[in-house]
Each structure stands twice: as C-alpha cells, then as structure tokens.
C-alpha cells in the first residue's frame, strides 16, 4: 500500500472486505453438494459429468492455478501452456505434475493421460479452429473439455487470439471458479476465492480517487521480432478492462485480442504509461522486459514517448492481461504503479 493512503482508503478497503466476508459467509452457509450426473452450459455447449472428474489435464496456465486454488492439485495429471512460474504456494505440487509441453501441447499428448476432463484457457487451441483439436474430437473419447467462459466470449473463429465485440467483464472469471468448482464438488472453496477476490478488486480501486488529465496507456505483451509491430493489448481485453477500471485511456482501438501496432502509430497517441509485460516464457527476444525496456529507451522513435521520457513503465506479469485469477494482479499493480509516478490522486481524507 502506498505511504500517501491515508484512512480513507483504509475505510473504503475495510468495507469492501467486510461486504466480502459477509459474501462468503453467506455462501459457504448455503452451498450445496453437486447432486450427479451434472450438466454443465460451457460455450454454447452442454457437458456432462456423472461424477467429480478425477484425472484432469490443463491447456492454459490460468485454467492449472484455478485447480490449485480450488484445492484440486491432486486431480490434474498433466499441464501445458505456461506463460512463466507457477505461484511458490503451489510449487510442491506442481512438480509433482507431468508437463505435457511448456507450450502449446498436441493431442495426442493430452489424450495419453487418459483423462476425463480437460479444463483449457483458450479456445484457438480447443475450439472450432483448435490448433490443437476441435471440440467433438475430444467428444469423440467421451473427454469432456471445459474452456474459461472470459475466452469464447469472444470471436475465435479466425483464429489467432480472437476478436472481442464487447469488453471482458471480470465477472467471467468469477463464473469460471463457480463451474469448476460446481464440478468438482467444492462450492464452499469456490465461495471463498470468489470473495477474495472480489474484496481485491474492490480495494485496489479504492486506491484512486481521481486521475490527472486524461492519462493513457499500452499494454506491450511482446514482440515476434523488435523489427516487427509490437503485440498489444486490445480495446476490449482483460487489459483493457484493468485500464477503464482505473479511470485510464488504452490508446489501442483495435477490437483483436493481441493486435500488432506499429511504433509510429502508438508515438502519436502519446501514451503516459506503457506497461512491459513480464513472462518466463522465451520463444521471442521481446519475451524479457529487459530487451522490451532497452527497446524503448534507445530506438528513435520510441525513446521521445511520454511514458518512456518519464519512465513509466511498470513491469506486470503477462499473465494479468490474460482472463484469469490473476487479471486482478494487474489491477492492484496497475493502481500502485499510477500513484507512485504522480498521474492518479490516492484516496484522502477531506
């Protein structure tokens, strides 16, 4: 927290969280057991379990950690797509997981652990143009595969990373957590991420109490090459969606998930903020934040930015810029990062 906040903000969390507890305690009191066989709408789909999925396989780094968070570690015999490290209180339990590949994963990999639900982040990989299969192939086994609701939403069927018509809602998250853990039968373990959650939400945008003239940002996921257009965030993506939730312009009007957008283009909008996206994964050079920041400051063009003059450039995790748990890590950083460079106003007493 920053050392400006004063006990204002410190009210506005204290509400928030307790609205949350109340929240939880009144779920947890009413939870019920998941009576099977249980039919589940997923995308336009209907899926049914006749029983708690015991053997699952992950296609997403968020669709893993919301098993983790769910308690459900000891159900997931196979992971793939991992944008960087596994947070370190789930660590022991990761390790003892088979990878099927850091990246992106091939059928036939998924299929030999035998599952009998996959849970997928991302429905470009499983989907009507999967890359890595089509729904009715995996229907075709009788796998049922469950994909985060905050991704069909979108247009998928150019392939790609899609293209959204409206903006992500958080509240796809949330929805995701309670399908799972309807699922699995652990209601009460969903009520309770939900909650924290949502208390985290609430309290990083009491954060702010007003922004300083009209501050704008880019989210800079990476780079295929630095002689390329950047991968940028979206006007409609989760990203995008962190930025209106703080009272800040994302300069990008393209609606594609990922757009890439030329230097010039992004130079003339004179972003105030450009976020670097962080990640462990190194399939290009701009996978480092380091390469992207010394990008930044030494390129011709790029180096007059406002953002860039100024050095505001906060390093957030790639992950909060994709739909998931930690989309509201990007929420909190985001805030932190506005308030220590002087553009948003903390929360103060009058």
Not at 244 to 261: F, H, R, Y
């Amino acid at each position: 927290m920053h050392a400006k906040i004063t006990s204002a903000y410190c009210k506005l969390s204290l509400l928030a969280l307790t609205g949350a507890a109340l929240f939880l305690t009144s779920n947890m009191a009413s939870a019920a057991k998941t009576e099977y066989p249980l039919t589940i709408k997923n995308c336009g789909r209907d899926i049914t379990f006749n029983h708690a999925p015991k053997r699952v396989t992950t296609v997403g780094q968020n669709s893993t950690e919301i098993l983790y968070s769910l308690g459900l570690a000891d159900r997931v015999v196979g992971t793939s797509l991992w944008f960087g490290p596994v947070p370190e209180q789930y660590k022991a339990a990761n390790d003892k997981i088979a990878v099927i590949a850091q990246n992106i994963p091939s059928f036939e990999g998924i299929i030999a652990k035998k599952p009998d639900l996959v849970a997928s982040q991302f429905e470009w990989q499983i989907g009507p143009a999967g890359t890595v299969a089509s729904y009715e192939q995996f229907s075709e086994l009788h796998v049922p595969v469950y994909t985060a609701p905050a991704d069909c939403a979108k247009d998928n069927e150019d392939g790609g990373d899609g293209v959204r018509k409206s903006m992500f809602d958080i509240a796809m998250v949330y929805q995701e957590i309670a399908d799972l853990a309807k699922i699995f039968d652990v209601q009460d373990k969903g009520d309770e991420l939900i909650a924290s959650l949502k208390a985290r939400e609430a309290a990083a945008k009491a954060k702010i109490a007003g922004m300083d003239n009209h501050v704008s940002a880019v989210f800079w996921f990476s780079s295929a090459d630095l002689q390329l257009d950047p991968y940028v965030a979206g006007k409609f993506g989760p990203a995008a969606w962190i930025a209106q939730s703080l009272g800040v312009k994302n300069v990008i009007d393209s609606a594609e998930e990922w757009p890439t957008v030329g230097w010039e283009t992004i130079a003339k909008a004179n972003p105030s903020v450009i976020v670097l996206g962080e990640m462990g994964r190194r399939r290009f050079p701009a996978d480092d934040w380091k390469v992207k920041m010394e990008y930044l400051t030494s390129d011709p063009v790029t180096r007059l930015i406002p953002a860039v003059k100024e050095n505001h450039l906060p390093v957030i995790d790639v992950q909060t810029m994709n739909a998931g748990i930690r989309t509201i890590d990007g929420l909190e950083k985001l805030a932190d990062a506005l308030v220590q460079y002087g553009l948003a106003h903390p929360q103060t007493t009058h």
